[in-house]
């Protein structure tokens, strides 16, 4: 079942659907759900913030006071750098790089980390 977060903005909704089908078999568990929700909200703020920067540009120009040429980053492009940072965990532990797939260490289903170093994290 979709969190209220997510149902109620469509763009949300559909990458909830779409990776949902991929990550897990039928629907995230009670462990899994906070976590994949937060992944989708992540995904959505890119998508966003994307779009933003297609829309207004990469780099804002304007002048000051004196006519001189004032080149400003868009925000969005902040927002994106940061999010995307934010969700290189996100596809390491849901195996969506080529590594994880690979390898297959990172996973959720782990019950108890048994030698206390939390080794499998890294």
Do not use: C
Not at 17 to 26: C, R, S, T
Not at 56 to 76: C, E, H, I, Q, R
Not at 93 to 120: A, M, Q, V
């Amino acid at each position: 079942m979709k969190p209220v977060i997510i149902s109620k903005n469509k763009l949300r909704s559909i990458l909830w659907d779409h990776y949902k089908q991929d990550l897990f078999d039928g629907e995230p568990s009670i462990k899994d759900a906070s976590v994949y929700t937060n992944f989708i909200i992540l995904l959505s703020q890119v998508e966003e913030a994307q779009e933003k920067i297609d829309i207004d540009g990469l780099f804002y120009d304007s002048t000051d006071k004196f006519g001189k040429l004032l080149v400003k980053v868009n925000p969005a492009h902040r927002l994106i750098a940061d999010n995307l940072r934010m969700l290189i965990p996100y596809y390491n532990r849901y195996g969506l790089s080529e590594w994880d797939r690979l390898s297959n260490i990172k996973r959720f289903d782990i019950t108890e980390d048994s030698d206390g170093d939390f080794s499998d994290l890294q």
